[in-house]
């Protein structure tokens, strides 16, 4: 597994598994589901549940889309959230969205280009989904 940088913003971590979100890239896939946190040992803090924001990694399935990708279990980043982030320069930014792209076992997108905004976090971590992303907030 590649080991990924950190982000010096503040992300507030906000979507927990069960949530559903828009897959935003042009793979084939339309709404993704998270089932499991990949890269924190899957748990949270004591009585909390475990949950992921803008540059986090989880395991999900896709429950719209084309056959190819229905029931199976699929690597996703997340690239918007609703809960603001916390810039190092005191600037929040928010997105009007919860939205991922699937990614393969070395990290790069699946898709050839990625549909909206993306936010500046996860470039920072993955510079290979920043080459297909349309915009950069």
Not at 5 to 34: F, Q, R, W
Not at 112 to 124: C, D, I, L, N, P
Request: glycine share 14%; hydrophobic share 45%; charged share 25%.
């Amino acid at each position: 597994m590649l080991f990924m940088k950190g982000i010096p913003s503040k992300v507030t971590k906000t979507l927990v598994p069960g949530t559903e979100m828009v897959c935003a890239d042009n793979s084939g896939a339309y709404v993704l589901h998270m089932i499991h946190i990949i890269g924190k040992g899957g748990g949270g803090k004591r009585g909390k549940l475990a949950a992921v924001g803008v540059g986090d990694v989880f395991s999900g399935s896709v429950r719209k889309g084309t056959p190819a990708y229905l029931k199976k279990p699929v690597r996703v980043v997340v690239i918007r959230q609703k809960a603001p982030i916390r810039r190092a320069n005191g600037m929040r930014v928010r997105f009007e969205d919860n939205a991922a792209i699937m990614i393969n076992e070395e990290n790069l997108p699946i898709g050839t280009e990625v549909k909206g905004a993306m936010a500046r976090e996860v470039v920072e971590r993955f510079v290979k989904i920043g080459g297909i992303a349309s915009r950069i907030v």
